[in-house]
Nanobody, 133 residues
């Protein structure tokens, strides 16, 4: 059974950094593309960064503004999202998701519909990031 668990969220001051972790079980990162998404209150879920199962290539949405970095550790079955220069607008619940052999750009959709969300193979439950002074 595919399972993803996010961790690393919390309260951070503007300009600060956080590193989120997405630990996966029940499958190998070699076959699944992993993406980081977020959803703020009353907003659509948006794709941020995705990393390919095939070659480790990455794709970032404009929302990351060059501040976020996605990496993976296949031995630890974990995907990380390093977030720097955080802004209050980054406050949201952050999710990771897995989709078998997906291309990164196709997975990192700027605004996900319900069909897009349901189309992913698996989602984590999310971790809350709050950026506030």
């Amino acid at each position: 059974q595919l399972q993803l668990v996010e961790s690393g969220g919390g309260l951070v001051q503007p300009g600060g950094s956080l590193r989120l972790s997405c630990t996966v079980s029940g499958f190998s990162l070699n076959y699944y593309t992993i993406g980081w998404f977020r959803q703020a209150p009353k907003k659509e879920r948006e794709g941020l960064a995705c990393i390919s199962s095939r070659d480790g290539s990455t794709y970032y949405s404009d929302a990351t503004k060059g501040r976020f970095t996605i990496t993976r550790d296949n031995e630890e079955n974990t995907v990380f999202l390093q977030m720097n220069s955080l802004e209050p607008e980054d406050t949201a619940v952050y999710y990771c998701a897995a989709e078998m052999l997906a291309t990164t750009q196709a997975m990192c959709i700027p605004a996900l519909s319900e069909d897009d969300i349901n189309g992913m193979d698996s989602w984590g439950k999310g971790t809350l990031v709050t950026v506030s002074a």
